[in-house]
């Protein structure tokens, strides 16, 4: 089946601590997103890429970081120097540049203790 | 620039019971407008979207037609089931400034009790 996975499901780590959170598509699509979901709260972006070994800031970039080395794959770091990192992680893709539909990931749920 | 407003939640129906959220836009050029549905502990999955005035997106029961003339795109369904408890985000996105950039209202929350 084709779609968007994301690793894992839950994830917790100690403050001070950098941690990767894994989105792989087998959709073959171009762009891929990464959000950021706060309780009660709307998404809002952290980084996207549209094709392989690019990327640009979202909204919401600082004290996150991301690589695009592979086609399907578009894993996002959450570094010591995000402020508030308990949140849900959200990855999305997109076929290409002219299709206007994103299609999200399953989510990852970052715990910070 | 571009802004999605929904109507405020928690909604609560009872099953069978008639649902509309409402939700209007605000955009400088001709955007597409669509709705996602986000059950508890999961992502976010495409419902319907409509990308130009007076298209009708359905899915699952579920309607919303883009209406230009109101701005408006809102989410109907004549009978909804416990099934459907979720959190609905109305969303636009458009070509002018660009798909990358998808504006999302802050969602609404719809529980249905038996």
């Known amino acids: 089946d084709g779609g968007i996975t994301q690793s894992p499901k839950y994830l917790f780590r100690k403050e001070g601590q950098n941690v990767t959170l894994s989105c792989e598509q087998n959709?073959?699509?171009?762009?891929m997103y990464w959000y950021r979901q706060d309780p009660g709260q709307g998404l809002r972006l952290i980084y996207y890429?549209?094709?392989?070994?690019?990327?640009q800031k979202g909204d919401i970039a600082e004290g996150y970081s991301v690589s695009r080395e592979k086609k399907e794959s578009f894993p996002l770091t959450v570094t010591s120097a995000q402020k508030n990192p308990t949140a849900f992680y959200l990855c999305a893709s997109r076929v290409g540049f002219s299709t206007d539909t994103q299609y999200f990931g399953p989510g990852t749920r970052l715990t910070v203790l | 620039g571009d802004s999605v407003t929904q109507m405020e939640g928690p909604v609560t129906l009872s099953e069978e019971a008639f649902l509309t959220i409402n939700c209007t836009y605000t955009a400088t050029g001709y955007p597409s407008l669509f709705w996602y549905v986000q059950y508890p502990g999961e992502g976010l999955q495409l419902l319907l979207k409509?990308?130009?005035?007076?298209d009708k997106g359905s899915n699952k029961g579920f309607e919303a037609t883009y209406r230009k003339e109101t701005t408006s795109f809102h989410l109907e369904k004549g009978s909804v089931q416990v099934s459907d408890s979720a959190v609905y985000f109305c969303a636009l996105t458009d070509a002018k400034t660009s798909y990358d950039k998808v504006i999302f209202g802050p969602g609404t929350s719809l529980s249905v009790i038996p």
């Open positions: 959709l073959n699509h171009d762009a």
């Open positions: 890429s549209q094709i392989v070994n690019d990327f």
């Open positions: 409509a990308t130009k005035a007076d």
